[in-house]
């Protein structure tokens, strides 16, 4: 199995600009999870899903940020505008039921 | 409620020593505790679990925890350190109990620095 598949691996944007960032969990797990990263915060969830449907997304800060889940393979999660205080990794996690959870490599992303 | 605590921001470690990054929890039901690790610019990688049975846990790259229910603990442990576990490590539990979150919490993290 490839594991869990993010891109990209590193946006630098502008603030201002809308940023697109991708999931592909690994096949058969049915939760989904994002996460951010940050020195300050350390590693935050910002929302998770169970077959497709977003659980509990009290994690994400603002209405700048919306996930989406369209089918078992695949989520994206948005930010519209971006600010330069959204500068973090952002990971995606996938888990089958009460397993483990495995986490992406990670989307770098710098917004300036 | 869950939750999970990573006492030390920092453990030092001269090479081939032992080495312990200590993890501490509270649950309502039995915890199901996990340790990850994060070396530079990579995404967390599972290290080992507990569930349920021998209290102490083998896992990846020479790495133990031992569970221990009286002390709340989970401390991870590994004989003979290598320069190349310098890494950050994180702990995390979930509750079994009815109604309690399936959803694991996360220490905020220990940096493991092994000198060599």
């Known amino acids: 199995d490839a594991g869990v598949i993010q891109s990209p691996r590193h946006e630098v944007t502008e603030m201002g600009q809308e940023v697109t960032l991708r999931c592909k969990p690994i096949?058969?797990?049915?939760?989904l999870f994002w996460y951010r990263q940050t020195m300050m915060r350390g590693l935050e969830l910002l929302i998770y899903?169970?077959?497709?449907?977003?659980?509990?997304d009290s994690g994400m800060p603002e209405d700048r940020f919306s996930a989406k889940m369209p089918n078992a393979s695949f989520s994206t999660l948005k930010i519209q505008p971006s600010e330069p205080r959204d500068s973090a990794v952002y990971f995606c996690?996938?888990?089958?039921?009460?397993?483990?959870?495995?986490f992406g490599p990670g989307t770098r992303l710098l917004v300036l | 409620a869950q939750s999970v605590a990573q006492p030390e921001d920092q453990v030092n470690v001269a090479e081939g020593n032992p080495l312990t990054v200590k993890c501490t929890y509270s649950?309502?039901?039995?915890?199901?505790l996990f340790w990850y690790v994060q070396y530079p610019n990579r995404g967390l990688q599972f290290l080992l679990k507990?569930?349920?049975?021998?209290?102490l846990v083998k896992g990846s790259y020479g790495f133990e925890a031992e569970f221990n229910k009286s002390q709340t603990s989970f401390h991870l442990k590994k004989p003979s350190a290598l320069v190349s576990d310098s890494a950050l490590y994180f702990c995390?539990?979930?509750?079994?109990?009815?109604?309690?979150?399936?959803?694991?919490?996360f220490g905020r993290g220990t940096s493991l620095i092994v000198h060599p």
């Open positions: 507990y569930i349920t049975g021998d209290n």
């Open positions: 096949s058969g797990h049915d939760y």
């Open positions: 649950v309502s039901g039995n915890p199901y």
């Open positions: 995390a539990v979930r509750d079994s109990a009815s109604g309690g979150s399936y959803i694991p919490t």
């Open positions: 996690a996938s888990r089958g039921g009460l397993g483990t959870q495995y």
């Open positions: 899903f169970n077959n497709n449907v977003p659980i509990d």
